[in-house]
Nanobody, 127 residues
Framework: QVQLVESGGGLVQVGGSLRVACAASGRAFSNSAMGWFRQAPGKEREFVAAISGSGHNTYYADSVRGRFTISRDNAKNTVYLQMNSLKPEDTAVYYC????????????????????WGQGTQVTVSS
């Protein structure tokens, strides 16, 4: 079992920055590929970013590439999403997700790839 707890959401103005974090407990964190997803009101949950267990490989949705950065600190069992140049369309509940895997270099993009989910943290970008 892996338990995930997100933090760091809040209200930020257009063009601002915010960092959300996801603390994991349970299984060996370095054996877990991690992902961030988001769900805006009235929309389906969508992929945002992913990082491999080793932290060496990352992947981003086109809508956030160049503005968001995913990273992890395996010593702290935490994955981060640094969000810069925020836009109103980034407003959503942000969820982190974990997938236990022995392939520490792999990233996963689909919701169904992930087994464990956090409760989400609200990010609101105001204009």
């Amino acid at each position: 079992q892996v338990q995930l707890v997100e933090s760091g959401g809040g209200l930020v103005q257009v063009g601002g920055s915010l960092r959300v974090a996801c603390a994991a407990s349970g299984r060996a964190f370095s054996n877990s590929a991690m992902g961030w997803f988001r769900q805006a009101p009235g929309k389906e949950r969508e992929f945002v970013a992913a990082i491999s267990g080793s932290g060496h490989n990352t992947y981003y949705a086109d809508s956030v590439r160049g503005r968001f950065t995913i990273s992890r600190d395996n010593a702290k069992n935490t994955v981060y999403l640094q969000m810069n140049s925020l836009k109103p369309e980034d407003t959503a509940v942000y969820y982190c997700a974990a997938k236990s895997t022995s392939y520490t270099g792999s990233v996963y993009l689909g919701e169904n790839d992930y087994t464990y989910w956090g409760q989400g943290t609200q990010v609101t970008v105001s204009s």
